[in-house]
């Protein structure tokens, strides 16, 4: 089974940022959408390092930037 993460309305600037070529955190980093997007990626982060350390994964996830 799949944890639930989060969930955030659908904007969309998401879709016509990226159209674009500019994804909505670059061409909006401070806007709210961009920070929904962080809460996400925080949270899916805690969600990988804890499965690591529990030694749940045949092989740990890493999360490269």
């Known amino acids: 089974s799949v944890p ?13 940022t990226g159209y674009f070529g500019k994804p909505i955190g670059i061409s909006e980093p401070d806007g709210s959408v961009s920070k929904e997007f962080e809460i996400l990626a925080g949270r899916m982060a805690q969600q990988i390092a804890i499965r690591n350390s529990e030694g749940m994964a045949a092989k740990p996830v890493e999360i490269i930037f």
């Open 4 to 16: 639930f993460f989060f969930f955030f309305p659908i904007d969309y600037k998401i879709r016509q």
